[in-house]
């Protein structure tokens, strides 16, 4: 059994969107109906797993909460990293190789976002 999706709230699904794409490779999949509710947008990685981008919330997340996103090798974590600082994507802890590669980002929406790069993860990745 995998893990296949998550919610996100977002204010600006296009801009969501248009980062997702850049920075991880999501494409758009579908558009989905809530009835009298805003609709989802549906994004989907290379590999299957979707986010849904959902009405924007009021509601804080925990200050513990994120997403992770881990990358093929070290070398993956840092170039994703540089091109996002040179991007202007705010970068929320920096770059770290101890006690493995990382680092954390805010998503347009003010996510917490982790990359990272953990060795003893490679055997796992498809």
């Known amino acids: 059994m995998d893990l296949k999706h998550l ?3 977002s204010r600006d699904h296009v801009a ?5 794409e850049t ?3 999501f ?5 989905f109906p809530r009835g009298d509710q805003p609709a989802a947008t549906i ?13 924007a ?5 925990p200050p513990w909460f994120h997403v992770g996103f881990l990358a093929r090798s070290a070398t993956e974590c ?3 990293h540089d091109r996002m600082a040179r991007a202007g994507v705010t970068i929320i ?21 982790q990359v990272y790069f953990d060795p003893k993860s490679v055997p796992a990745l498809p």
Do not use: C, K, M, W
């Open 78 to 80: 840092t170039e994703l």
């Open 57 to 61: 919330s009021a509601v804080p997340l």
């Open 27 to 31: 494409r758009f999949d579908a558009v």
């Open 43 to 55: 994004l989907r990685s290379p590999t299957g797993f979707q986010i849904y981008l959902e009405a």
């Open 93 to 113: 802890r920096p770059l770290v190789s101890v006690p493995f590669t990382n680092y954390f980002f805010a998503d347009p929406d003010g996510h917490h976002i």
């Open 23 to 25: 920075y991880f490779a």
């Open 7 to 9: 919610h996100l709230s």
């Open 16 to 20: 969501s969107q248009r980062f997702y």
